[in-house]
């Protein structure tokens, strides 16, 4: 059996067992980057001299027996929007193509006390603005299911990594479906956890309200191992929750006997694929033959949420972005005229049309005259669809449906239509303005692409959503399943 067909857990016990070497996964990680990642293109930059140097102290310490961390000797890929120190971090731009943070996001100390080893950064749509990964200034990244579709974005290099057998698992962010989109298009697992419950700290912000970092795994078991080690409240992250942590892994029982299943009328009709809603309704009849129960339920506000989202993601990304002037990191254009001259001529190099377009609209939604008619509206909005989550949940344990309206799109075919291209998001964004918790898992194909099924919950109740996406995958075997490179 291949060490990637292995969960990390099983991995992680074969290292304790010295049934193989922390070597051994960081070589096979770097024979398979170098056989498929020229056709792939997940990784921006690689730290391979690090990672086996990485791997031979954790490889005397399986020798010396000392106390191991809960990931022990499992190489992994960051998202390249969450700095790592001394590791080239660029944000998929070229503004910050010079940029080598000086500290660790939180999330990366956590995993190096989890005793990770750091294959390398992946590449992703500029400052995480786009659904296809086409937005990178450096390469589009490719989905190994077929290299003519895209892989999602903006963690299409993070989806794909896992894909295409590049890393055992990888950490992306997920504003508006970030991590759940390029997982269905990808063909495995993605969670985004409740909003506060993983330290933003060291995450290049886009949307400071909305942002939230989360595994990308091969199964579920993965995905709850990984939540275990970085979950948890962050004094350096004002956004973060005081909140305890379960233990993930003893959640996964498998039981959804009773379960109560909310399936929003909104999420399986027009618009959705006739393919992807064949599967959805497939997988709740697996579940419904594990002893839950399914409703149709309607989500009233779904249809403004896209509209909600980039107005409120985008003005935050607005001023977010504001700090990328040329003067303190990052690209400084050469012989600026003056102060103004040299931050329009930074912003002009640097940024890409993408990351220009959303500025705009977000200083447009909060300029003088309509922030109230834009801006403020929207934030009530959200608070409405928050409110449409709040009223299901008060009688349903968990809501199901598709991550995303079809398949992976053909690389180029919507690049010129931008509203199209929003659209893909229209069943991850409510969930994000929501701030509750979803994952998305494989439950089929249509026409040889994956097709993600999205399982959404309370907030804070991860073990539920984690449970209920066990219980579906034991019984299943879509996630088994691979891409033939």
Request: with cysteine; proline share 5%; charged share 20%.
């Amino acid at each position: 059996m291949s060490l990637f067909e292995q969960s990390l857990p099983e991995l992680h016990n074969k290292l304790h067992a010295k049934e193989l070497s922390v070597s051994d996964l960081v070589d096979q990680a770097y024979q398979n980057i170098g056989a498929h990642d020229d056709k792939v293109k997940a990784y921006l930059t690689l730290d391979e001299e690090n990672a086996r140097a990485r791997a031979r102290q954790l490889d005397d310490r399986l020798v010396s027996g000392e106390e191991k961390g809960l990931l022990f000797g499992l190489p992994v890929g960051i998202k390249d929007n969450i700095v790592t120190n001394g590791l080239r971090t660029t944000c998929g731009s070229q503004f910050l193509r010079n940029f080598d943070p000086v500290y660790d996001a939180t999330v990366v100390e956590k995993l190096k006390a989890a005793d990770t080893v750091t294959l390398g950064k992946l590449n992703m749509d500029e400052f995480a603005m786009g659904g296809s990964n086409e937005n990178s200034s450096f390469s589009p990244v490719h989905n190994p299911w077929a290299l003519d579709r895209v892989p999602g974005g903006s963690s299409g290099g993070s989806a794909a990594a896992v894909a295409a057998g590049e890393a055992y698992f990888t950490l992306g962010s997920d504003t508006g479906g970030s991590i759940r989109q390029p997982a269905s298009y990808c063909g495995i697992v993605g969670l985004k956890p409740t909003y506060g419950l993983v330290s933003r700290f060291g995450l290049v912000a886009f949307a400071s309200s909305l942002d939230q970092i989360g595994p990308l795994t091969k199964n579920v078991e993965d995905s709850a191992y990984v939540l275990q080690a970085i979950a948890g409240y962050d004094a350096k992250d004002s956004t973060s929750a005081k909140v305890d942590i379960p233990d993930y892994l003893s959640g996964l029982t498998g039981d959804v006997k009773g379960l109560r299943i909310a399936v929003p009328k909104e999420y399986i009709g027009e618009g959705v694929d006739p393919q992807v809603k064949e599967k959805v309704l497939a997988a709740l009849n697996v579940l419904e033959g594990l002893g839950a129960t399914w409703e149709e339920v309607s989500l009233p506000h779904t249809e403004y949420a896209v509209a909600t989202y980039y107005l409120l993601a985008s003005s935050e990304a607005s001023s977010n972005l504001a700090r990328f002037d040329g003067v303190r990191y990052g690209v400084r254009a050469d012989n600026p005229e003056n102060l103004l001259d040299l931050y329009h001529q930074s912003r002009s190099q640097g940024f890409g049309p993408e990351v220009k377009r959303r500025i705009m609209l977000g200083t447009y939604a909060l300029s003088s005259g309509y922030y109230d008619a834009y801006y403020l509206k929207a934030q009530k909005v959200r608070t409405l669809i928050k409110q449409d989550f709040d009223d299901v949940f008060a009688k349903y344990d968990v809501i199901i449906g598709p991550t995303a309206p079809t398949t992976a799109f053909k690389m180029g075919s919507q690049v010129d239509n931008p509203l199209t291209m929003y659209l893909n998001d229209i069943l991850t964004i409510p969930v994000s303005l929501a701030g509750v918790p979803a994952v998305s898992i494989p439950c089929g194909f249509a026409d040889g692409l994956p097709v993600g099924l999205q399982i959404i919950g309370k907030a804070f109740d991860e073990t539920t959503v984690l449970r209920v996406a066990h219980a579906y995958e034991q019984n299943t075997a879509f996630h088994k399943q691979r891409p033939q490179l």
